[in-house]
């Protein structure tokens, strides 16, 4: 009927639509999306069971579409097709906008063949404690912390991710030669 592969009405109820493929594929997802605009039942068949049947579903379940799988004469719903919506993972999103505060401007090259590291807000910081450190010597901790504008120089300057700073003595911190060509290979400190 206009295309769908099984109708299912019962009485003034709107009507449950089944689109059917042998394997979970693109082409069943986008006929069942086309089917979204005639009702709001609309099931995906499948001959097999999904190779990552948790993917599916996620997927399935975003869409609004309901999910079958028809294997040895029988018929098993793994997924009602249900209205989407999305919980917000508050832990994801509070470390997403605290990355994106600790950032200042946006130096990564979209679109770039080259192989050049990613310019995170760890590696911001890193440098501006670098150029810091750079440019007046040894400092204590707490002074670079204020002066490079980096909450996390303790933790940058004490675990030493890149090799650019050497602890001269408790609380003083100096810049290694690794952390002068470290300087060097990105034009600004920002």
């Keep these: 009927m206009r295309g769908c592969d099984v109708v299912a009405v ?53 869409l609004g579409l309901g999910l079958l799988v028809v294997a040895r004469e029988r018929a098993d719903v793994v997924l009602d097709p249900l209205p989407y919506k999305p919980r917000t993972n508050n832990r994801k999103a509070g470390r997403l906008l605290g990355e994106h505060r600790r950032r200042v401007g946006d130096p990564n090259l979209g679109g770039s063949a080259m192989r050049a590291p990613l310019m995170t807000a760890y590696r911001q910081e890193a440098l501006r404690c670098a150029a810091l ?31 650019w700073f050497e602890r001269v003595e408790r609380g003083v911190y100096t810049l290694t030669p690794a952390g002068r060509r ?7 400190a920002a």
């Design 10 to 62: 019962r009485g003034e109820e709107p009507p449950v639509i089944v689109e059917l493929k042998r394997v979970f594929g693109l082409s069943l997802v986008l006929q069942g999306v086309d089917r979204l605009a005639i009702s709001d039942r609309v099931y995906l068949a499948v001959g097999q069971w999904p190779k990552q049947m948790k993917n599916v579903k996620k997927l399935c379940r975003r």
């Design 182 to 188: 470290g300087l060097g290979e990105y034009d600004t």
């Design 133 to 163: 450190l750079a440019s007046n010597g040894p400092m204590k901790l707490a002074a670079v912390r204020v002066a490079a504008d980096a909450p996390r120089a303790a933790s940058i300057l004490r675990d030493d991710f890149y090799g």
